[in-house]
């Protein structure tokens, strides 16, 4: 064991780096874009489940909306998830555990070349991979360069609670999947975005380093992302991030550290083995 690492200074040392403290709040747009290039990628709201960085809890006022009206000072971070992507200072989409994650340009294509298949829509609708609902929202979406959440749900289907949630399931696994994008929206009430095809929409050069990336290399580098970022993690907390499988993420991580680039770490009253990049 190279390291041990106290439980309250592994605290105080993610407080820091995820911008939780009074002197590195994310108190601008622009500070908030520092963060997410900073960290690779951030959640908008905080995961329950485990630490991670989010907006949320980087801003010096930390309250969730309530309905179609914002709580206190909420505003200030909530809108973050229209106002970024609507200047293309970043990417934003529910991807990690379903949640709304940034993503810095420099850290999506590997995203992209994990989660996408890269195929033609057409095509993976015809092999039985994406369903009806899918490549209806998908057609839709094309469509026009870029449309509302509100015109998205008038033109998929008839009114009704089954409508909504089949077109919010297959909203939700084209965001996984890297096929949609939310593309800016509206400020007033809630989640009203603009969506547009990811191959519209992210910058032809992005998309192009993206698609030539090999994905088992694009794995290796998230993964040494998301431990630099948490400053300690074990195999179980990857799998869990990225929905990964343990039996896949145990040799990747075994490979790190027979190269040098991972090393484990102990941290007294957290269970198991945990592993660190060092910096």
């Keep these: 064991m190279d390291e041990v690492i106290p439980i309250n200074e592994l605290a105080d040392l993610r407080r820091t780096r995820y911008r939780q403290t009074k002197e590195n709040f994310v108190r601008s747009e622009d500070d908030a874009l520092d ?36 709580v ?47 195929n033609d829509y057409r095509h993976d609708y015809r092999e039985g991979i994406l369903s009806r609902d899918e490549k209806r929202v998908l057609d839709l979406v094309g469509g026009a360069p870029e449309i509302s959440t509100h015109e998205l749900r008038r033109k998929f289907g008839t009114p009704g609670k089954d409508t909504t949630r089949a077109m919010d399931r297959a909203l939700q696994n084209l965001q996984e999947t890297f096929r949609i994008t939310v593309a800016g929206g509206s400020l007033e009430g809630w989640s009203l975005h603009n969506w547009a095809l990811v191959e519209d929409w992210v910058p032809a050069e992005c998309l192009e380093r993206a698609r ?23 195999v179980g907390d990857i799998a869990w991030v990225f929905r990964w499988k343990r039996r896949e993420v145990a040799p990747l991580v ?17 269970p198991g083995i945990l592993f660190s990049t060092g910096d």
Excluded at 54 to 67: I, N, Q
Excluded at 74 to 85: F, G, I, V
Excluded at 93 to 118: E, N
């Design 35 to 70: 963060f997410i290039n900073e960290m690779g990628f951030v959640w908008l709201i905080d995961p329950s489940e485990a630490d991670l960085p989010s907006v949320h809890l980087a801003s010096p006022s930390p309250y969730k909306p309530s309905g179609h009206r914002y």
């Design 72 to 118: 206190q000072n909420a505003a200030s971070w909530w809108d973050l998830k229209q106002t970024l992507p609507g200047r293309k200072a970043c990417y934003y989409s529910k991807v990690l555990r379903g949640r709304g994650t940034f993503i810095s340009w420099d850290c999506f294509p590997l995203f992209y070349a994990v989660y996408a298949t890269g």
């Design 212 to 234: 030539q990336l090999d994905p088992s290399t694009a794995k290796r580098e998230l993964t040494l992302r998301y431990v630099r970022m948490a400053i300690a993690a074990s």
């Design 254 to 270: 075994d490979d790190l550290v027979r190269e040098s680039r991972l090393r484990e770490v102990e941290v007294p009253d957290l």
